[in-house]
């Protein structure tokens, strides 16, 4: 999917820091939450939310009066003329919400839209499914967070696996994993480098959080929430989470909760909307691939490559590569794949090390995508991740001076 004509106002877009499980966001509703951030960074921004046209609402764990999502969220930002669509595709989530606006501004080039992903995995939803013709009328149950990383419906198994069976058949060691989980944590210092000077560039932080009445606060956040130190011997430390496997609590994410935005308009409106004019963002290509079943991570190079047909280049013309890393095996994997060195990607950190909300994980790696490349002076750049359904997507952009 190739887009022309939608581009990101340089700085018209932000991320909350990510939460861990049952952290300091576990009792916020995901929708109304993600309302209360695009309200203060539109306000930070200047950008008035009666002037969008529309919403793309991303998430993929539901909450109540989700049947409202986009509209709902329209109005709670003061757009209250203003429709919207939802978009669920799993951890992939984040780069199409983004394609879905891209490929509306690319159909009527004088639509503002504002993409938002929201989830929170914390004290997900059990849901009750009843079934009249189950045993005594009784129905069938599913934990919609628990349920969805235990047990894959068309592959028959875990979201672990699918990394076990992909460090098995690529030959990825224990060994090799933490070593990349090492450099990403080393990666992920340095946005905390000068008093977290990448983070200022997009977060909305100290945030502060209030009560589930949405009156008091409670508390501030003021990064990112459940990161643990990382060392070499402490993963040596750990054991395998599967018998005789080779992924441990270290060598993979953690579920977390979050939310973040990007402005979607024109080449002429992202200008006027821009923190600095001069730097033009294109969304430039979207693309999506599939594994075999239970290999997931073993999607994202089909997906990658995808986005970089659409776009007409090649990986040499890449100046910067971020991805959705929910296990240390998928970037391990691509580094074989594409003949890439393990520190070659995801500087300033990546999913592996401050969490996964799910639907905003590609969203925040694709605005930490464009910070980087604006503070290497303009380039493509490609985000891929993998998700759900041994599936993935990725996404083109280009930063220019």
């Known amino acids: 999917m190739r887009f022309t004509k939608s581009f990101i106002p340089y700085g018209a877009y932000w991320s909350t820091p990510f939460s861990k499980w049952q952290g300091s966001f576990a009792h916020l509703h995901a929708i109304t939450f993600a309302a209360d951030a695009a309200r203060q960074a539109l306000a930070q921004r200047n950008i008035d939310a009666a002037a969008l046209n529309g919403v793309v609402l991303g998430m993929t764990v539901l909450q109540k009066h989700q049947l409202y999502g986009g ?52 004290n997900g939803p059990h849901v009750y499914y009843p079934n009249p013709g189950g045993p005594g009328g009784t129905g069938d149950k599913e934990d919609i967070v628990l349920d969805s990383f235990g047990q894959d419906p068309w592959a028959k198994n875990s979201m672990i ?15 090799m994993q933490d070593e990349c989980t090492l450099v990403r944590y080393a990666q992920y210092q340095r946005a905390l480098a000068d008093g977290g000077a990448f983070h200022k560039r997009f977060m909305l932080a100290p945030l502060d959080v209030k009560d589930a009445s949405g009156r008091k606060v409670v508390g501030t956040v003021a990064t990112d929430e459940g990161v643990f130190a990382t060392t070499k011997e402490g993963l040596a430390a750990l054991k395998p989470v599967l018998p005789g496997g080779t992924v441990t609590f270290g060598s993979q994410t953690h ?18 909307l ?6 033009e963002v294109a969304i430039v290509a979207y693309g999506q691939g599939r594994a075999k079943k239970g290999f ?34 998928n970037d391990v994997y691509l580094a074989q794949a594409l003949d890439l060195k393990i520190d070659a990607f995801n500087d300033y950190g990546s999913s592996l090390v401050y969490g996964h909300p799910q639907g905003p994980t ?29 599936t993935a997507g990725a996404l083109v952009v280009k930063v220019g001076r």
């Open 161 to 175: 696996q699918t990394a076990e069976n992909v460090a098995a058949e690529a030959g990825i060691s224990r060994s």
């Open 274 to 279: 821009a923190r600095d004019a001069a730097v």
């Open 71 to 122: 509209p709902w969220l329209a109005a709670l930002i003061g757009a209250e003329g203003a429709t919207g669509t939802m978009v669920a595709q799993a951890c992939a989530t984040g780069a199409r919400t983004m394609a879905t606006a891209a490929a509306e501004v690319d159909a009527s080039s004088d639509t503002t839209l504002l993409a938002v992903t929201a989830d929170r995995c914390s």
């Open 296 to 329: 997931m991570a073993m999607a994202t190079v089909p997906a990658a490559q995808a986005a970089l047909d659409a776009a007409g280049i090649g990986l040499k013309d890449v100046k910067a590569i971020k991805t959705h890393n929910p296990f240390a095996v």
């Open 362 to 390: 590609g969203m925040r790696l694709v605005i930490e995508l464009v910070e980087e490349l604006a503070i290497r002076g303009g380039g493509y750049g490609l985000f891929v991740g993998c998700a759900a359904g041994d």
């Open 255 to 272: 579920p977390a909760d979050g939310n973040a935005g990007v402005v979607v308009t024109s080449r002429e409106r992202a200008k006027a």
